[in-house]
């Protein structure tokens, strides 16, 4: 229950392309999901994150959309660039502890 | 800015050896600092949450006497791997946040090898 299932594993878009990771989750006592970027030998980067209480929220190009009945939520990028090759992950936590559970990762691969 | 520093960034050492990996809070003083290891191709998976003047909450399954965590000050927590072993090289990576705050922004992680 505390799993945080994530995909696709990989991910290849064209330059320009939207780029769509999934992620769902069954601990309904998550509330705090945010999406992290990771270049290879590098510390993960905090992207975007949402609470529950919003079903989208944009920050430039990333947009995460929330669906709460269906306990997923999912990250897009518009206009991806080659400079957006990375494994991106998503988390999940509960407030008390705030301790992250995070996706599986999907290894993004943007060409071209 | 890194908010989060980490060191060394990588170091190589001998089976048997013990290894003291640092982590500090640059522009916050972090009251819980989190610590993953990361192997390749996988998730990152939490190791310990560290708490300032506390002892450190181990996860299922992580050895506390192999894996020492001091966190003494509000901008430093330090991982030590006891009696390091092959099967530990692996990528550190600490994290902190804050009271009342839900971020966790992450270092730029330890590269560990063992001999």
């Known amino acids: 229950q505390q799993q945080v299932k994530q995909s696709p594993q990989s991910l290849i878009v064209q330059k320009g392309g939207i780029s769509i990771i999934n992620c769902a989750y069954e601990?309904?006592?998550?509330?705090?999901f945010p999406w992290y970027q990771q270049f290879p030998g590098k510390g993960p980067a905090l992207l975007i994150a949402?609470?529950?209480?919003?079903s989208e929220k944009k920050e430039g190009r990333f947009t995460i959309s929330f669906n709460k009945s269906a306990k997923q939520f999912s990250l897009h990028i518009m206009d991806s660039q080659p400079g957006d090759s990375a494994t991106y992950f998503c988390?999940?936590?509960?407030?008390?502890?705030?301790?992250?559970?995070f996706g599986q990762g999907t290894e993004l691969s943007v060409k071209p | 800015g890194a908010v989060v520093s980490q060191h060394p960034s990588w170091v190589i050492c001998k089976s048997g050896t013990s290894v003291k990996i640092e982590c500090r809070s640059l522009?916050?003083?972090?009251?819980?600092m989190f610590w993953y290891r990361q192997f390749p191709k996988q998730s990152l998976m939490l190791m310990a949450t560290?708490?300032?003047?506390?002892?450190?909450?181990?996860e299922q399954g992580v050895e506390k006497d192999k894996f020492l965590i001091n966190h003494a000050s509000l901008t430093l927590s330090t991982l030590t791997v006891t009696s390091a072993h092959p099967e530990d090289s692996s990528f550190y990576i600490c994290?902190?946040?804050?009271?009342?705050?839900?971020?966790?922004?992450f270092g730029p992680g330890t590269r560990l090898t063992v001999l």
């Open positions: 988390a999940a936590s509960v407030n008390q502890g705030g301790k992250l559970i």
């Open positions: 601990n309904t006592a998550f509330d705090y």
């Open positions: 949402i609470r529950p209480d919003v």
């Open positions: 522009d916050f003083q972090a009251t819980t």
């Open positions: 560290s708490n300032e003047g506390s002892k450190a909450t181990y």
């Open positions: 994290s902190r946040t804050g009271q009342g705050i839900r971020e966790q922004f």
